[in-house]
């Protein structure tokens, strides 16, 4: 519609206004009388000789000593001023031979005429020579034959005397002839490089024919592939394995650096390319050029200014004119140029190289496809539209591709070529003719890997370390003035920097000065977030220490550096973990939180010499270490045989092969997310830039006299309405929520992730550590009866709540079957559940085990001693010890863990009917329950169970029981998630816990109802899935369930799920059907968490909240992961916080709301300032006119600069409302409000002008174009026109941030934003003083109500005791009657008022809420 309204304007608009001729009719519709004028407004006198001069206008009227030289001044000596300052020659670059001889007389002083008529010039000339006594007729510059009447006392003979000045005829138009020497010079730099360009392309094209035919015989070939996997070659495997491998075979063996990593790794496009000599001039002679543009125009711009010579346009042959039309088109010439190599800035170098084979050339140019992850409401078709265009745009120029350039080098011994690219070294395969990361294959048994414990020679570890690389994450964090460079090299600031070229022109250099401030401030708050947030990585990822390493047989002091797969390196107590290693020797604890965000120590045992499958991101992470933790404890084990076991580190992978290389890589090189808010934005900068066409062509239709005026007032619309801010302010929103995040112990490490934030209505959380707290409390035992001597009918006895009454094997098994253990201090370590078992025995951990026992264990007088161990693992949710009893001296295994998974290994005729049903009942009050099993192997020694498997040891145990503890919640989980579930955000549970124990802990949190009914989904016996009703435990027919999905079932029921029904739902593709109706997800795996995220965040955006431990892919894959983490510098997810409480994840969304209904706050208002800015310039356009350039600076440097700031400033709300902000630019809420406000203004600024129209003391004295240049814009503000414009602005420009300050859902209410309160009164404040107050220092700084110094003192009786530079209007001034400051200052007041009340009644509260009830958009419905 604004486009539309412009567009209307063209047909009616001239050089001036077209509803009324100018000073023609008063306000009752009278002719305008002739005024009175006071000015120098007599033509300059030419005269042949100075004798004939009017008396005090020749040299009579110089200084003694001095003369009149041919300027019309008085100098001792005037030779030296030049003939073209000869006013009588007006300005004609080749005066006719009759004016050659004319010499000009002083200026005639200040006269003052009745009823002056600036047409009829003849009139002005008769009072003139009356009041100076010229006699004789004098005749017009150009009329050489009129003839000449001198006068009686005239000494001089056939003297000439002519009318000049004001009334100089146009001189002709200079034209250059091009063989200046300048323009020589400058046409042979063109050619010169149009002639390399030509030279080069097809030099270049006849070099490449071989790859060019290459492609053409060979159907799809492309230059190279290469994807993030291990081929080998076949002589490489032979001296480093011992044995040929197949590309093949070693696809399969070889593995992801992370099981979480994504499933889908890029494709990289490789061209090869080679240094060429003619290349490099061709590339020199680019870059010289684009300087040369930029040397080229400050050399014009110079010029203007005359730094270049003694004067201005000196190389314009003194004609500003002519300088307008040289400048632009060397402007456009250089802004085009300098488009393309931005755009093409990754490809230039190597378009001046040779293409080759990537395994010829000596550098590589290496192509990602960018692959947006979509979040958000589906796009409407205008947005869609625009996205094609834009997809389309890129696929042409691939843009949608980042373009790296690397050296292609050799290693020193192999010679094999290799290159370094994300933070990794690519090898070349001669087999395969490929570059690819290369991983070694150690082997996938546990006594495949203890076959490397003597580690490696030095020259299989140099051959290693020559395919592998440096074990050291470089990386490339930028200083910050390299960051600066990359930031303003972009397309935005090079749009923004060319602009200020124009501003620098044409005398407006203090407005381009503090515009060109603002973009350098606005590119530097951007540059600090990003390179503190890349240093930050850096000091997290690159790390090099000293450490033992065993080579030869021989333990070396090397660097970290040095380590590659396959050596073995001693683990001390405090030092970082290099690399990822599985563990050979020793007891070591580490700490992980900084990896993993899991707050406790863990302990890692070394791996067994068995043929146990060796994972080490799933069952053997108990024996991995990984790069990046610390080893708080390293401490030897002894062997039964006396033989003590170092703690020792078999190294599995480097670099970013290993699980942190994977993280730092995930954040240095994230997939690009799309924001619904990114989307919308590419559309409005689309429609902005059509926009400011629209405001071009219409300053070119005004200013058509002057086309080369028009072009740079064309140009400086463009520049104001898409505002240099507007990129910070959009990101001002997040920075600001960091901030405030950070205060709450809440850390970020990705800032876009804050406003996605603000749109989570899906949030999941883990259950133990999240939802409740982190140690659970022993409850007690359920046995089965009979157990010692398995005597009578198999069931359990009643509930025993104290530990010491509990069966001999149910306290052993408390009292050894865990994972805790001790590290320096006496601080124990391990599961929470572990700890709390471990801590009711009152054991203690022997600090000296008995020789042969992995630990023993001193409870109740006895000495228990552990001689092996099966660690917990999550695949089967359990873990098992063999014990050797001293009071029998047998061996007893004891199995503990989930009762689902115990069970399938227990006797089955050791079993009670009732087992599922006990355990349930337990789980469903709450308990957290583990079944234990107990097997008696007789006494049997150790030796025989070294090669046992984990079977072998568990199979045929006998029930023992169930132990329980009471998982409680922490305080104030039930009212975090009650604000979650008020603020329209469904909660969710994705646990590894029992199913019932999750529906327990769900109702209690008020993830549910406390009396909802739930059915639980399993699957059978048969293999199907079935559904109980919890609470009733009956069966459920899958109808019913059907019906709860289709919202017709009766009452509140909701349903849960296990990990088996969740992923046999996946399998029959019928999970998105119940994805959003179910509440808790049980006995979920790592990997199942990570599955269950990606589903819902198809349906909405979703966060996610665990403690970091297993639900470390799931935090980092979520929209916004947030981990209860203890480091500020986890890499675990987005967001992690020191607070372990879930208040945390109720301030992350209350600030992500705040920070993107600030973001879109921000955007409104430049927007807003932009079509205010166009409103002020499009009506400058029509009246010719321009405020004062102290306006401009105070618009700019402080009033627009200031304000966007303090709109970010604006608090978050107390609490979450009900509704989310919206992210849609484009939307109903942004265009009501947007739009209503610039309408309003537009209305605002026509009845000012209506108002100024009917105004008597106005019509008359209107400005008029005709009697200026309008290229001299500073003299174009000495009028009510500007007045008027120029104050209703200012009140619209300060106004405009009050605007977007209202709403209290997101943000704190409006007089809660201080600093924006502040600066608003102080801003409409001084636009008041400006409008109401007497001419003062102020106002008249600003060239409004003022007036020349002799106007004040005669008319008004003002003596200003400050400069004013004379007034440039007929009348002199531009004071408004003190009656009408009110009326207009009412005007102003008006238009606040009613953008104001459009914004609270309309944009915010009644009509849009009755709007969005009535017509409500299309949003994710779910129940809460």
Known sequence: MLILWKVFLIGLVTAKPQFNSVNKYDAHGNLCPLRTRTGNLCPQLCVSDVQLCPSGLGDDGCPDGQHLCIDGSCSGACGDIPARKNPCGCSFQYPPEQSKDLKPCMAFPVVTIDQYDPNNIGKTTEFCSDKFNISGEIPFWGQWSATQKLPENATVDNGRRFWSGSECPSAPKYRYTYDEPLWIGVFSCVGAEALILLLWVSYKFLRENSVRRMRHRESGFKAATAKTMAPAAADVSDKLEGKAQSLDDESKTSKQSSSESQDDEPVLQIKGFKNDFLGWIGFTSVLLVSVGWIVWIGFWIGDYYGTLGAEPDTLSHYNSVLLDETIIPIWIFAVCWLVVCCQFQKRIRNFFRIECLPSEGTYVQIERELQEIKVGVKASKLVAFAKRVEEGFSRLTRANFHVQTCKIERTPHTKRRYFNYMCTQYVFNDATSQYAPYNFDLGTTNAQLRQHADGLTSDEAQLRFELIGRNFIAVDAPNYLMGFVYEVSTFFYLYQIMVMWIYWYWNYYIVGLVSFGIIMVSAIVKVVVKVRSEKRVKRMAEHEEECRILRDGQWQTLSTIDLVPGDVFKIEAGAHVPCDAAVLGGNIVVDESTLSGEPLPLKKVPVRNDQGTFDKNGSSKINTLFAGTTATQAMPTTASDGSVSEPLGLCLDTGTHTLKGNLVKEILFPQPISFIFD?????????????????????????????????????????????????????????????????????????????????????????????????????????????????????????????????????????????????????????????????????????????????????????????????????????????????????????????????????STTVPDDYLYAANRMARQGGYVLAVGHRDLGDISVDEMEHWTRDDMENGSELVGFIVFKNMLKEDTPQAIAKLKRGSTRTIMITGDTALTGVFIGKQAGLMNEAATVYLGDIDKSGDISWIDVDREVNVDQSVVDQVIDGSADGDIELAMTGKAFNYLIEQDQIRNYILYTRVFARMLP???????????????????????????????????????????????????????????????????????????????LICYGQTMTVLKTVSFYFSISPNQNIWIYIDAFINTTLSLCVSYSGPAKRLSKYRPTAQILGPQMLTSAMGTVFINYAFVAGAFGWLYSKQWFRCNEFDSGDLDIAKWWLLADNYETVILAIVSLFQFANNAMVVNFGYLFRRRWYRNYPLLFLWAVYISINSIILLADPNWLSCRFRINCGSKSVLADKYDLHPDFYIEEYGNPIQNNIIPTGSRYELWGICIGNMVATILWQLLVALYPVHSLTRKKRPLRRLQVKL
């Open 679 to 907: 989307e919308q934005l590419r559309l409005v900068f689309g429609i902005l830039i059509l926009y400011a066409i629209i405001i071009f062509v219409l300053a070119m239709v005004f200013y058509e006299t002057q086309p080369s005026a028009a072009f740079i007032y064309a140009i400086f619309s463009m520049s104001q309405l898409i505002s240099p801010l507007l990129p910070a302010a959009l990101v001002m929103g997040q920075s600001v929520a960091a901030s405030r995040l950070k205060k709450k112990g809440i850390y970020c490490v990705n800032l876009p992730r804050i406003t996605m934030a603000g749109k989570v209505s899906l949030f999941c959380f883990d259950k133990t550590g999240t939802l409740t707290k982190e140690g659970l409390e022993f409850y007690g035992g359920l046995c089965v009866r009979n157990m010692e001597d398995r005597i009578g009918t198999l069931e359990f006895d009643p509930f025993i709540e104290s530990f010491d009454a509990l069966p001999n094997h149910m306290r052993s098994a408390a009292a050894t079957c865990h994972g805790v253990a001790e590290v320096e201090g006496g601080l124990r370590i391990g599961n929470p559940v572990d700890l709390e078992m471990f801590a009711t025995t009152k054991g203690q951990i022997s600090k000296n085990p008995t020789p042969g026992a992995l630990d023993t264990i001193s409870v109740e007088n006895l000495s228990l001693d552990i001689v092996k161990r099966f660690e917990f693992i999550h695949s089967r949710a359990s873990m098992s010890v063999a014990v050797r009893d001293p009071r029998d001296g047998h061996i007893h295994v004891y199995v503990k863990g989930s009762f689902e998974k115990v069970k399938e290994h227990l006797d």
């Open 1087 to 1165: 990997a199942d968490k990570l599955t269950c995220i990606r589903y819902h965040m198809e349906r909405g955006i979703t966060a996610m909240c665990g403690d970091g431990g297993n639900d470390t892919a799931a935090l980092r894959t979520a929209h916004a992961g947030i981990a209860l983490a203890n480091n500020e510098a986890s890499i675990v997810s987005p967001f992690s916080s020191s607070n372990h409480s879930i208040e945390s994840c109720v301030e992350l969304l209350i600030q992500g709301r705040s920070a993107l209904a600030s973001s879109l706050a921000g955007y409104m208002y």
